[in-house]
């Protein structure tokens, strides 16, 4: 079984300033990694995925996350906020096998302040 | 090309009752995977539908229970609802290759 860890739950940070978002996965076979952000009531949307290829992967809107396979971690980075950024952003890890379920962390809530 | 839709957006009810939520999935995907997601935690996964079979489930009580229908869209049943089932319950649909699904704007279900 997999497990998803999101270290910070809440992270305030002044607009044009860089941001780290943490996750750390646990899995004993081979993952996905995907990164979701939720506007207030509203659902999901993809933000970025890893699936294989390049650790590095990238957002059309200037986000990027890193696959460290031995560190298990997948930190989502944006080099310079928006306010059109605050959002709930969710790391998510399903098997590399086809159309297993998505296990979630809990969310870290991305406040940038004008 | 359509996204997910979900029916309804909101939904109030009180303990005891039974709930159906709906769900359309994206035009061409076959796998419809329903999640729970409680005030302040990220989703919970409940169980996904596969070809209008049940293809997996989390640890969710038989009295959660779901259909998935010819055309690939997919109910959601709660019967005998609790207090702690108040959330946003969200579907997503999936078909491709990598697993990436697709979510609907889920509904928010307040049991009272």
């Known amino acids: 079984a997999q497990s998803v860890t999101q270290l910070d739950s809440q992270v305030p940070v002044f607009e044009e300033a860089p941001v780290e978002l943490r996750c750390n996965y646990s899995s004993s076979v081979s993952v996905y990694l995907f990164w979701y952000v939720q506007y207030p009531n509203q659902g999901l949307q993809l933000l970025l995925k890893?699936?294989?290829?390049?650790?590095l992967v990238e957002s059309i809107n200037g986000f990027e996350a890193e696959f460290n396979k031995s560190q298990t971690s997948f930190h989502l980075r944006k080099p310079s906020v928006h306010i059109s950024d605050t959002a709930e952003y969710f790391c998510a890890v399903s098997e590399a096998d086809g159309n297993t379920p998505l296990v979630f962390g809990k969310g870290t809530r991305l406040s940038v302040i004008a | 090309e359509t996204g997910v839709t979900q029916s309804p957006t909101h939904l109030i009810k009180t303990r005891g009752q039974q709930v159906t939520l709906r769900c359309s999935s994206q035009s061409g995907h076959n796998t419809v995977s329903w999640y729970q997601q409680a005030l302040g935690q990220g989703p919970q996964f409940i169980f996904q539908y596969y070809r209008e079979e049940e293809n997996g489930r989390g640890n969710f009580p038989p009295r959660f229970s779901g259909l998935q229908f010819p055309n690939y869209s997919s109910e959601l049943n709660v019967n005998a609802l609790e207090l702690d089932d108040s959330a946003l319950y969200l579907c997503a649909s999936s078909g491709g290759l990598h697993n990436e699904q697709f979510f609907g704007p889920g509904t928010r279900l307040t049991v009272l």
């Open positions: 890893y699936l294989s290829g390049s650790t």
